[in-house]
C-alpha cells in the first residue's frame, strides 16, 4: 500500500491507515461480530492540499476492514468552521470518527461532547489538548522533526 510513496507522504498515508483501524477496533471491541461499522473522518484535505494522503490511506485500509467509511471536509480552519464541522459529523451518529484537533484550544470542548455521544473517536494529526475522552491518537512526529529541520538551517546558515 504504501510502496511507491516516500518520506512525509508516506506518514500522512500510513498516519491514517493506523488510525482508521484504531476506529474499526475500537467499535469491533464493543459491538458484535456481524455489524458492518460507520467511521466518518472529518478531513481538511479542501483546505490543507497535503490531506490527500489521509483521505487515500483512510479508504484504501476502509476497504481492506470492510468498513462502511465516508469522509467530511471542514469549509475552512476558522474555529467556527471547525466546530461545525465536529457537530455536522457527530449528528450522523456514525460508530466511530477520526477528528484532528487542528485547533486544539478552540476544538477541544467540542470534542470532548462529541466523545459523549459517539462510540469511539480517534484523534490524528494534530493532538487534542486532553486526550482522556478518546479512544487513541495517532500522529507523527512531524512537529519534531520541523523543529530539527529548522535548527539544521538555522546552523548552516549561520
Known amino acids: 500500500m504504501i510502496r511507491g510513496l516516500c518520506g512525509w507522504r508516506a506518514k500522512l498515508v500510513l498516519v491514517a491507515v493506523v488510525a482508521l483501524a484504531a476506529a474499526a477496533a475500537a467499535v469491533s471491541a464493543t459491538a458484535s461480530s ?4 460507520r467511521i466518518i473522518m ?4 479542501n483546505v490543507i492540499p497535503g490531506w490527500h494522503g489521509y483521505d487515500r490511506g483512510a479508504k484504501e485500509m476502509a476497504a481492506k476492514l470492510g468498513v462502511d467509511f465516508s ?8 474555529p467556527k468552521d471547525l466546530i461545525a464541522g465536529i457537530n455536522a459529523v457527530v ?10 484537533a487542528v485547533n486544539d484550544k478552540a476544538e477541544q470542548g467540542t470534542l470532548a461532547q462529541a466523545a459523549k455521544r459517539l462510540k469511539k473517536i480517534v484523534i490524528f494529526d ?5 486526550p482522556a475522552p478518546f ?12 523543529r530539527a529541520t529548522a ?4 546552523k548552516l546558515v549561520g
Open 42 to 45: 472529518l478531513s481538511a484535505s
Open 71 to 78: 469522509i467530511a471536509q471542514w469549509a475552512s480552519l476558522e
Open 151 to 154: 535548527d539544521v538551517r538555522a
Open 126 to 130: 494534530s493532538p487534542a489538548v486532553d
Open 135 to 146: 479512544a487513541a491518537y495517532v500522529g507523527s512526529p512531524a512537529a519534531a522533526e520541523g
Open 91 to 100: 449528528a450522523q451518529h456514525p460508530d466511530a470518527a477520526l477528528f484532528s
Open 34 to 37: 456481524k455489524a458492518k461499522y
